[in-house]
Structure formats: structure tokens, C-alpha cells
């Protein structure tokens, strides 16, 4: 059994690595809320953001968290584009099934360019903030610091707008009901697309912060998709709010096991949470009905 | 059913003999100098050749190295049919790196080879394929590349868990399975006796020396405690647990004993539980993401060990950049220095350098020294093709003394290497070899406590 204080520190360090994976798993609840689309690309969007966050990084000395400038308008005009021109093509009868072979197709094509361009050697990014940290009885590394905050900025963002914009709504009337939103005037196809827009621009923040916490090589993000997959299930699929609470959920859970057990249980744990989820509570622990969800 | 395809081998390359050799060497690919563009092979020797590389090509197999720099009627060309030599590698994948220096290494010996006049007075050509770091590809590409293309030599892939089922393959078939990455303990007991690691010591023995030399401290230097955190990988845990078994045994208690899977990301975690325990010494049985990741978590947690051994991850020249300048003070065993004064060494960074316009790695190193373990045991016994041939170069393996890139090399029965890997320490910036003591290949004393990081 682990002393008082380290598992204070494991609850700590919990707490803010599950605020980096609600912001990871951000994108992914609004794909599949708005758009039934299982996005197993995410990850490999987070990468190659972390990887553009890289190259400004060595290039210009750009600030990791100052490149989202650059990285976020061209990920939203990405995922409008990816949408618009890709996704909108799959028939709506089978879209869970061939968005999955679709973006897995694109997970691929990006893990193979960031291959060719930067090699398979790993990358990461220093500055020299990130390796200290805040000592308040436990230690509070500032890299995670960081991340936490501007995962909790980025929610707060993504929370506002899909509840209090006329964008909100907008998106909402399209994911309740498309043709009664087409018949009050909402342009749904520049709504889906705005949505998806907005989802992959989260994963040029997600990037970032990656970029600032991690190292990483091309192959990478397949050690995410699951993780993140099992967070938006266990959160209620289409709910950011959901995906938030069970991803601080599950940052603590694992943490806490790794710190009392060892790091082969705690990698278990999401998939005792997904499972326990399909069986007791199908819709997701934190997911209402999918009108109520934002 | 093996003698049948020899007897089709036969058939076919007499025919390719007489329709493909008008004095031309086999295929020159001539693509050695940029490597990732060698996907196509253009054959123009003739209509039968075309054919036969064409077919190699369209089920993934890459070819390079025959005929390198060797135009026709050069004095130097080689007589008859280029020795083939097949290879799996994880060229995509979780072990792309280390894969990709690997190819080079044997890329690099391919070429040089080639430029002296082959082996025999034959060219040498390597076929590569891309087992994508997986181990099923791994063995149903080393079962074609022995059966339906009958190479005439199999080259090893990269890292314990493709060494282990590969090996198995080409025991099978009665092949020399040279290897250049399966370092882990585990290789070694399964009784296989075509199996060869060219390197200097196995994984359990990589830190030797500064167990060696820990234990030689006096009493109030010595560390008391020791903390270990492992991936869960043959080779990795193999290095970390040959250090523990030593220090344990010498009484340094273990405080704490940490493995993690290999799709771990997040490292502050278990550097959490590693600080808690405040060891003297920390010792990583790592590879680059998670030597990086816990030296960057004990930074944050304000862990200071007196002395901090990672393997492998501080032996690439990116960690001490990943660390952000943390890495000073920190060891790792090192099998290969490009300071090393081995005969052929200084040759070997030449060639690697000027083909890929930049030093080569310790995998490169590796595959170099595959190449020339095999090289020097096919002009020693004089044959190189499949069946009896390789039992003659195993026997001669076994019997014989390698000078190689690591320095001289030879093996015990079960295929282990019997010399030893250096310790490397990162010191101002800079890698230095620090043990043995006083040998000839060190060029720093060793800091001891480390630096803060």
C-alpha cells in the first residue's frame, strides 16, 4: 500500500492528466454527436499537430502553446474540408461502419507522411518552463499545469458556444432532427461541416499540448485511439461534458492504480470502465438523452 | 519438397543464365545512394532478368546493393551470380527506427563489399522487405524470402521479439540467422544452433561493467538502495534485471522494482512511485520515449539520485535535446563507439557518412557487423547457398575469432557473444566512454555523484 503522500501525489497527477484527455477527447464526442462519424483519425490529427507545433517550434522558436495560431484556423479549414468533400460522400445508411474504414485510411496517410518528412526518429519539443514544477505539498509538474489549463480554457470555449450560440443551437437542431432543422432554415450541411471543423481544430490544441508533455514518432497514435474511444463511451458517446467528467474520472483511476498497483493493471483500467459501461449502462455513465447532451 | 525447388532453382537459373547474361552483371540498382527511393528496380540486362526482378519487386521486396558503382567491364566486376542475401526488417512501425538503421548498416557492408569485389568474386545483393514490426510478417517473410525467392543467406531482423519467432524459421530450414538485435536472455535458451548475436554481450550483461565498478566503491560511496523501472520488453528488462541481480546479490537492497507495457505514454505516474522510494541509484531498462519520459518526470518530482543508468534511450544522439539538457551524468551501455579505433571502425563511419550523409548509429553499427561476421565466415569456408553450406559456416562461426566494427567477437554454443559493452556517460554535453577503466576505448573519467538535472 503506497504512503499517504504518494497517492495524494498520484491523485494530483491524475487530476491533470485527465484534463489533457477530456481535451484530446473532445473532437471525438463531437464527431460522433453531431455526425455519427467515428473518428479514428483523431490521434494521428493530434500527432501531426504536435508535429507542426515541432517544425514552428525548430523553425521559427516558436512558443509551443503561441504555434496554435497557425495550427488551429488551418485544422478547422482541414476538417471542413474533410467533411465536406469525404465524409459527406459516405451513405448515411452505413456511415458508422465506413467512416471507420475512412479515417482509419486517413490515420495511415498521415502516420506515413509525418514518416517521410520526419523520419521515424522521435521528436519533442523543450522549453525550458516545462521540467519544473509547483511544489504545494505535492508536486504539480508545469507542463501537466499547463496542459490542464488550457484544456479547461478549451472546453469552457467548445461548452459556450454549442450552449449559448446561435451556432449552438443551430448544431443542436441538426443533431435532433436534420430535416425539421433544413425545414426552420438551418443550413445543415455548413453546420456539419463548421461541426467537424471545430472538432479537428481541438485536436491542433490537443497537439500542442502533446507537443509540450510528450515525445513522439509516427506511429504513435494508435496507443491513443482506444483510450480516447473508451473515454467517449464511458462518458456518454456525443457529450463533451460527459467525455470531461469520465476523462478526470479516468486520469485519477489510473493514476491512482499506478501508484498502489503497477502500470499493466492501470492500462486495464479503461477497458474495465468500457466494459462495465456496455453492460450496466450502454448510453454512457454521464450521457442523457442525445438532445440534452451539451 | 525443398530438394524439388532446388531442382526448379536449378532449372531457372540456368535459364536466366542464358537469356539474361550478355556479360552484363545482374541488376544494378545503383539506388544505394538514396535508399528511400529504392522501390523500383530496373533491370536491363535483359528480357528473362527483367522478369525475374520485376516479380521480386511486385510482392514488396526491395532490392539494392548488387552491382553498386560497378558498371560493366570494370576491372573489378564479379564473375557469376550474385549471392543474395534476404532480409526482414520493421521498417514501418514501432521499430522503424532502429529498423531503418539497421538497413543501413547492412547497406553500407553491402556496398563496401561490393566495391572490393564482392565475396567469392560475387556480388552481394540484399532483399529487404518491411515486416511493419510485426512478428507474423516477420516469420511469413522469412519463410518466402528462404523458400520461394531461396535466398542464398538470411540476414537478422531488429529487436528480441522478432529475433525470437524469426529464428525459429530459419532453424528450421538449417540457415545461418546472424542477428543483429536480439539481445534478450530468452534467444539464447531454446537451443538453436544456427543462431549468432553480433554484438558484444547480451542484454543481461550490458551493464557489467558498472556493476563491476559499484561494487568497487568503498563503503561510503557506494550506493544503498537502488530503484529499477522496466519496460515490459526481453531486452530492455534483460539489461535492467542483469544490473539488479548483481547489486542485490552484493546486498544494495532494491526499493523499488517498476515494469510498464509498452504502449505506455504517461510516465509521471510511475516516476512518482520510483521517487517515493528516494533510491541512491535509479536504473531505466528503457528504450528512447520512456528514457525520456522518466528522466523528464523525476525532474519535475524533484527526485536526485546520486547516480541515474538508462539503456538504450541515452545512446541516441536526440535524448540529450528531448531531456532538455538534463541528461548530463547519465549512463548507458553502449556496444559501439564511432570513436573506436577497431580495425575497419574508422572505415565504417567513412562509408556510412558519405552514403547517408551523416554518422552512423549503433544500429547501423550492428547490421555492419552481421554483415561482416557472415562476410568473413563465407570466405572462410568458400561457399554461400543454401543446405549444406550453412552447417559448414556455423561450424565455422563457432570455431572461429570476428574482427568487427565492436572489435573482435567470437561465440559460445547457443550463440552468445563473449565481450562486453562499454559504459557511456553523457558529460558536458557530450557522450563519453568512462568504463572499463583504463582501457583503451575510455576518454573520460566517470562523474560520480551526477549533476543535478
Known sequence: ?294 | MITRRLGWAAVLVLVLLAGGCGGTPEDPTAQVDSPDAATATDAPAGADTDAATGAATDDGTETTGAATETPAGDGTAASGEPIRIGVSLPLTGDFSEPGQGIREGYEVWAADVNDAGGLLGRQVELLFRDDGSDPNTAVSDYEQLITSEEVDLVFGPFSSRLVIPTSEVAEQYGMLFVEPAGAAPEVFERGLEYLFYAAPAIASDHYDYLAEWILALPEGERPATAAYASLDDPFAQGTAYGLRDQLQEAGIETVADEVYPPEQTDFSAIAARVADANADIVVGGTQFEDSVGLVRAFQELGYQPRLAAFSTGPTLPEFSEAVGGAADGILSPVGWSDRAEHPSNQEFVASHTEMFGRPPSEDAANGYTVGQIVAQAVEGVGCAEQGDCQTQLRDYIRANEFETVVGPLSFDEAGRPLAAHMIQQWIDGTVEIVLPEGSEVQTADIVNPKPEW
Open chain 1, 1 to 294: 500500500m503506497p504512503s499517504g503522500s504518494l497517492l495524494l501525489q498520484g491523485v494530483a497527477l491524475g487530476v491533470l492528466t485527465g484534463g489533457v484527455y477530456a481535451l484530446l477527447a473532445s473532437g471525438l464526442t463531437l464527431y460522433f454527436g453531431v455526425m455519427r462519424v467515428v473518428q479514428i483519425a483523431h490521434p494521428a490529427f493530434l500527432f501531426l499537430a504536435a508535429y507542426l507545433t515541432y517544425a514552428l517550434n525548430t523553425a521559427f522558436g516558436l512558443d509551443p502553446l503561441l504555434s496554435m495560431v497557425v495550427t488551429v484556423p488551418l485544422f478547422f479549414v482541414l476538417g471542413m474540408a474533410i467533411q465536406r468533400y469525404l465524409i459527406a460522400r459516405l451513405r448515411r445508411e452505413d456511415l458508422g461502419m465506413m467512416s471507420v474504414l475512412l479515417t482509419f485510411a486517413m490515420a495511415i496517410l498521415i502516420e506515413g507522411l509525418l514518416g517521410l518528412v520526419f523520419s521515424g526518429s522521435y521528436r519533442s519539443v523543450t522549453v525550458d518552463y516545462a521540467t519544473r514544477s509547483l511544489d504545494i505539498g505535492v508536486r504539480l509538474p508545469n507542463d501537466r499545469l499547463i496542459g490542464f489549463a488550457v484544456a479547461l480554457v478549451t472546453l469552457a470555449i467548445l461548452f459556450a458556444v454549442l450552449r449559448f450560440s446561435r451556432y449552438g443551437q443551430a448544431l443542436r437542431a441538426t443533431m435532433q432532427h436534420r430535416d425539421a432543422a433544413r425545414l426552420v432554415g438551418i443550413d445543415t450541411d455548413r453546420t456539419t461541416a463548421i461541426g467537424f471543423g471545430i472538432g479537428l481544430a481541438t485536436a491542433a490544441v490537443g497537439g500542442a499540448v502533446l507537443a509540450l508533455i510528450t515525445t513522439f514518432f509516427p506511429a504513435a497514435h494508435y496507443a491513443w485511439i482506444a483510450r480516447l474511444m473508451a473515454i467517449i463511451v464511458v462518458g456518454g458517446l456525443g457529450s463533451v461534458s460527459g467525455a470531461a467528467v469520465a476523462a478526470l474520472l479516468l486520469g485519477v483511476v489510473e493514476s491512482v492504480v499506478l501508484v498502489s498497483l503497477d502500470a499493466t493493471w492501470a492500462g486495464l483500467v479503461f477497458y474495465l470502465f468500457l466494459f462495465a459501461t456496455l453492460i450496466f449502462r450502454p448510453q454512457g455513465f454521464f450521457g442523457g438523452r442525445l438532445a440534452e447532451r451539451f
